[in-house]
């Protein structure tokens, strides 16, 4: 069924729709292409999409959506997850983890007002757009777009982590980005959570996530929408924590997305992630590529 | 004031210079007085703003509504056969603080509202600006079902194709901005804000909603790429070049203290209408006991986007001296501070 509406979001040179109708993008591109290959769709596709993707490449490894100052430059980690494990892509995935890794500007400061305690700038990950703050999501993507690409290793991810961590709220989980400010505790969202889980995951021993874990745990069971629940499944599996019926809930997820008619290439993508995850298969796709999946 | 007209207003200071009249203390109190009468005057800008009485989300709230547009002028010949785009505030629906989201019964009531008065279409859209879970949005805010039930089509304006519009105003650095092509295909847009206080802004309401309609994928989550420009510069910016047509502002419960997430919960059981938004946002910001003429945006869409001064806006509905209450405001933050009417 996932599949059928993944084909209704691709054109015939393999980029994608962010949703039915929409023009094609770059980000939706590589939603696109991480959904092909989770559900393994034919080969023929998958290299199409890849390779569509990376016409969206530009000399310095970035993929933007254009803005005359701050271009949005987070399709980048994203086409590099999503490339991940791909033996022809490698040229593009290494030009797109160079950009990440060395050119990607991030401020280390959003010069709050005296006394609002934005967190501490000294602590830097990766922003939405180049040349603005660092928030959890994009630094997050690009964590695990640089571990499935071999490059984990490096000093800018052990500044991203530590960012991720000083960025958990006290009572646990994250919210988009800030802790406390004006003296007041900001609130979890669960699939912010989920990511930042799944990016720490392997990288920080459980007693600096656990309180994290536990709030995730304690609203997964009433959520329902294909991105929050898709990342909390991802985020306890990634921390060997089991949840049941995930494919179950991965239907029930689509079939009210389609309701609303919300379903778009990413929810698909991270939908099927949850199936790949309830069929105990590779997580990541640096894995799935060395298992074979093209 | 504008920034071209505050250029304008540097050029004829440097005129006055050249001529050498403004040498003389005599000089520079005309020019004071001339700039002092010409932001009295508010450039000849005149508005009216609707206040009325809704004690609960258990009124009738589309009659409330229609009564208001009524009093305002607004009728079936403006909307008729029109394309409608509400676009309600939906920044970070939390469960159990309704004071965060715009109540979803006045989003349907409005819709109800503009259908029964003939538009063709009525949508829903919004770019929320801290998440990006569209359903669970949706269904945290209480939207969802309600949408459904009457079958009007929400946009998440998060995702949505977009067309670079040359930036006019020229308040922020930004030379263009990314602007959903949705907002271009519509007639009429409605900001439909919550009442509330801002932590960076002072207030926020219809004019500052607007940071709302343009979409995350290009300018974040978030919207940090303003935050970098400069808030104020940015929600005029927006106001200047989207020029919506109408706002209803939900303050049956609004916000209080550190909005515009973590405040209190405000009873006010008001809904104020209008067409021009400054006007609209002047009124609010009275009826919480701020003083627009302290909130930097409004201020300075003054004379320019809008009246903001009371003897420029005609009220119609409640007088504000009856209904007014006095909305919290920090001293801990900077944007509050000074601002009370």
Known sequence: ?294 | MKPGAKQEAEWTRRKFLATGAIGTAGGLLVYAGFERIHALYEDGKRADVCVAKAGDYGKPLKTIILDGMAALGVGAADVSGKRILLKPNFVEPEPNRPQIVTHPLVVHAAAEAFLSLGAAEVLVAEAAGHRRDTVLILETAGMADVLRDAKIRFIDLNYVDTVAVPNTAGCSAMRTFEVPKLLRSVDWIVSMPKMKTHHWAGVTLSMKNLFGAMPGCVYGWPKNVFHHLGIDNCILDLNAMLQPHFAIVDGIVGMEGDGPIMGDAKHAGLLVMGKNLPAVDATCARLMGVNPLKVPHLKQASGWLGPIREEHIAQRGENIRDVAVKFALLDKVPAQRGIRL
């Open chain 1, 1 to 294: 069924m996932a599949a059928r509406e993944l084909e209704r979001l691709m054109e015939g040179d393999g980029g994608f729709a962010y949703t039915e109708g929409s023009e094609v993008r770059a980000d939706a591109t590589a939603w696109g292409l991480l959904a092909l290959r989770l559900l393994q769709s034919d080969a023929a596709s998958i290299e199409r999409t890849a390779q569509k993707l990376e016409s969206w490449q530009d000399s310095s490894g970035s993929l933007v959506l254009p803005l005359d100052r701050y271009p949005a430059v987070w399709p980048s980690s994203l086409a590099l997850l999503a490339w991940s494990g791909m033996p022809g892509m490698v040229p593009a995935s290494e030009k797109a983890a160079q950009f990440l890794l060395h050119d990607n500007a991030v401020v280390r400061s959003n010069r709050p007002p005296k006394g609002s305690e934005i967190n501490d700038p000294d602590f830097s990950g990766w922003p939405w757009n180049n040349g603005t703050y660092s928030w959890v999501i994009p630094t997050s993507v690009a964590l695990l777009a640089l571990k499935s690409s071999g490059h984990e290793k490096e000093e800018r991810c052990a500044r991203a982590i530590e960012m991720l961590l000083e960025r958990q709220l006290p009572h646990g989980g994250w919210n988009y980005g800030n802790t406390i400010i004006f003296n007041t505790e900001l609130l979890p969202l669960p699939d912010t959570t989920g990511l930042a889980l799944c990016a720490l995951a392997g990288h920080v021993g459980l007693d600096k996530v656990q309180r994290s874990l536990d709030y995730l745990q304690s609203v997964l069971a009433g959520i329902s929408s294909p991105l929050a629940m898709a990342w909390g499944i991802l985020a306890l599996k990634a921390w060997g924590i089991g949840v049941t019926d995930c494919e179950a809930r991965a239907q029930r997820a689509f079939e009210k997305a389609r309701s609303y008619g919300a379903l778009n290439c990413e929810s698909l993508g991270m939908l099927a992630a949850c199936v790949q995850v309830a069929q105990n298969l590779p997580l990541t796709l640096r894995a799935a590529g060395e298992a074979g999946l093209k």
